[in-house]
């Protein structure tokens, strides 16, 4: 009876394992489907802004390293001056934009996101047409948010309202989306308010981005 039991058991445990084993695959398997949604989504969104804008001159590239140590969420790009990218270049997931190309080597690139306290990008709300610029500070950064700054007090910029960018600049062209209003707060320094803007896109959360060489 106990040699019995030995053997059912072990029979028992290894049941479990190859169980454990499957579950482990269908996992991989989802977490690969979701990547490949995403990558769709990702082409779909950009294949769009293609066709709107036949101009535009795009090199697509992989996140090959992050620092986790930055709270401003920086991150370096498979792809360098050989492959055409240069120093302030946008750069986008779909039609979001993640932030500018700050430091450009050969092979690779560091990108300087929406988060970051040295970043600004002339903006505008989508309804109101409001004008003005968008940049960020380190306690903003920490939450994953940047602002949409100098706003009068009696803007008409409200809750969930869409912030694209104005394209005053050289190298980022008008319309691409930053994010979505959250609130407005008042300027603790003078009479001025700001919206507090989450960005459409999470920098840690993508693997691909394409960066516009030109437009």
């Known amino acids: 009876k106990i040699a019995g039991n030995v053997k059912g058991d072990e029979a028992y445990v290894q049941e479990i394992q190859k169980l454990q084993g499957q579950v482990g695959e269908l996992e991989a398997q989802l977490v690969d489907y979701e990547n490949l949604k995403k990558q769709n989504e990702l082409y779909k969104e950009f294949l ?31 792809k360098g001056s050989v492959n055409g990218v240069e120093q302030g270049n946008a750069v986008l997931y779909g039609k979001y934009l993640v932030g500018v190309i700050e430091k450009v080597y050969p092979t690779y690139s560091v990108v300087k996101t929406l988060l970051s306290a040295d970043f600004n990008v002339s903006a505008y709300e989508l309804i109101s047409g409001e004008i003005s610029y968008v940049t960020s500070n380190a306690s903003l950064a920490k939450e ?48 001025s308010s700001y919206a507090v803007i989450s960005p459409g896109v999470d920098p840690n959360e993508i693997n691909t981005c394409f960066v516009l060489t030109d437009f």
């Open 48 to 78: 769009g802004l293609r066709e709107e804008n036949e101009n535009y001159e795009f090199v697509e590239a992989s996140v090959i390293a992050r620092d986790s140590a930055d709270i401003y969420k920086s991150f370096t790009i498979s």
């Open 144 to 191: 994953n948010k940047c602002k949409m700054a100098n706003l009068d007090s009696a803007t008409k910029i409200a809750y969930e309202s869409i912030i694209c960018t104005a394209g005053l600049g050289e190298n980022i062209p008008k319309g691409l989306i930053i994010g979505t209003v959250d609130e407005i707060e008042g300027e603790a320094t003078d009479i």
